[in-house]
């Protein structure tokens, strides 16, 4: 297969092909729907959001980890009991890193984990009174706690277990926020659902329940969506500041109940991940008033955008404040593409990520001279791939909820410079002797979000691309 054909709208056609060719009939013809090329399409013209088909080995996660991991994990003040075996628990375990202040045991415990630790005896018996012993513990070992949540496993929602009584109870008895959420594992085709679940959560359990008394400006915000990985938000944070706006929120990366609680009584929310939180700012738009648009803050490019745009919701004086954030930065964003596009000019990339990024860090790359030429989503709703088609270009390929088997012939064919995934696709494709970016968590770097965010991005898809060890070794297409 040529090089000439790379990012080319045939190629992408012919390994789409190749790839539905490997599949039984049956496979092959509900694959077919979740793979094509862009084509100006508003929708990128692929279906999303079913379930996984059976044997295929696709990289979703479930409800409990949309729950666990992305929304309620991530608020430092409370304890986030995982309801069920020690191994979900176990292996939600601080995975992602979701930077936040705080005295851990103390105040915060975001990096420890709480399980109920079921056995058999549970399962046959019920684990209601089980999960009032581990709050009562939970109470008297970290009084400082400002609420629980209790995020329930797969076998919760299998035998019964009445979560939401122990909930009112212990809440009554301790004055505490509890919180139960059905976000059981196989509710649901991935964990968007988790997401949703978390949402209502917070709507049924703290927003509709709490008793706000807040001194407002005209200029309060709340950041929607940003779970702080490697100092993500205190990035975003430190812009919508310097324009004079207050942050009274953050969710829910580095957060607190009470920014949960206050989030209504804000001017604008603000929405960075949009498959995760849109619901909430649903909501409080619909109940409170209170509006919300999506920005994006990867590559100065979205940057400026956004701050201009964030700007027009207020006065003035923001505006001009928005003008000056961006002439602040600019020599910072000239030095940097000066420094990393003559190195990255031209480079292909491709990208398979969960929630935002396959689309929002594609002007991130293109700022530095870069170019897409696939991206995908694990677990997106069509509006996700609606607002994608605003981002790539015609000819870019397309793939929805791909396997391993998939991404690996898309590798193969596409041979891009860079791969821009998770931690499950990290070794295999460096194995193809391909460079590899984590996606997810920033491969233990970060922030990528704002303008400083923009160097330390910079200078980490170099050192991906530009690193000598891909000279010591040879991809297996060129070995044969």
Not at 145 to 162: K, M, W
Not at 312 to 325: G, H, L, S
Request: with cysteine; net charge negative; hydrophobic share 35%.
């Amino acid at each position: 297969m040529s090089l000439d054909y790379t990012n080319d709208a045939e190629l992408s056609k012919k390994l789409i092909e190749e790839v539905l060719e490997a599949y039984p009939e049956k496979g092959a013809k509900k694959r077919k729907k979740h793979l094509n090329v862009a084509d100006g399409k508003s929708d990128c013209g692929v279906k999303s959001n079913v379930k996984s088909v059976p044997g295929m080995m696709t990289v979703r996660g479930c409800a409990y980890a949309g729950s666990k991991g992305v929304v309620w994990g991530p608020i430092k003040d409370m304890v986030h009991i995982s309801h069920g075996p020690v191994g979900c628990g176990h292996y939600s375990w601080s995975q992602r890193r979701n930077y936040y202040i705080g005295t851990t045991g103390v105040n915060a415990f975001g990096t420890m984990q709480f399980t109920t630790d079921f056995q058999e005896r549970d399962i046959v018996f019920g684990g209601d009174k089980k999960l009032e012993k581990t709050i009562d513990e939970i109470n008297a070992l970290f009084p400082l706690n400002n609420g629980i949540s209790v995020q329930s496993e797969c076998p919760i929602g299998l035998i019964g277990d009445d979560i939401e009584a122990v909930a009112r109870k212990k809440a009554k008895e301790t004055g505490k926020t509890i919180v139960p959420v059905r976000c059981e594992g196989f509710r649901g085709v991935s964990q968007s659902l988790g997401h949703h679940i978390a949402n209502d959560a917070v709507r049924d359990w703290v927003l509709e329940k709490a008793d706000v008394q807040w001194e407002g400006t005209d200029y309060d915000v709340v950041i929607i969506g940003d779970y702080n990985i490697g100092g993500d938000a205190w990035a975003s944070r430190i812009l919508l500041e310097e324009m004079g706006l207050r942050v009274i929120g953050s969710w829910s990366g580095d957060a607190t109940l009470a920014e949960l609680e206050r989030a209504p009584k804000g001017k604008l929310n603000l929405i960075h991940c949009y498959r995760s939180m849109n619901y909430i700012c649903r909501f409080m738009e619909e109940k409170y008033g209170v509006p919300w648009m999506e920005y994006n803050f990867f590559g100065p490019s979205q940057i400026e955008a956004s701050l201009r745009n964030i700007a027009k919701q207020f006065d003035e004086t923001i505006q001009q404040n928005a003008e000056k954030v961006i002439a602040k930065y600019r020599p910072l964003v000239d030095a940097v593409t000066e420094k990393y596009r003559p190195r990255l000019e031209g480079k292909t990339v491709m990208l398979y990520v969960g929630g935002l990024r396959p689309r929002h860090v594609v002007t991130a790359y293109e700022d530095l001279g870069m170019e897409i030429v696939g991206t995908g989503y694990e677990f997106a709703h069509n509006d996700d791939y609606q607002r994608t088609g605003d981002y790539v270009k015609e000819g870019t390929l397309i793939y929805d909820d791909a396997s391993a088997f998939e991404l690996e012939k898309f590798i193969e064919g596409l041979r891009p410079d860079l791969v821009g995934s998770g931690v499950k696709e990290k070794y295999p494709t460096q194995k193809l002797g391909v460079p590899f970016r984590q996606m997810h968590s920033w491969d233990y770097s970060g922030p990528y979000h704002g303008y400083d965010g923009f160097a330390i991005f910079a200078r980490d898809m170099d050192m991906a691309i530009n690193n000598p060890v891909w000279g010591l070794f040879q991809a297996p297409w060129k070995a044969a």
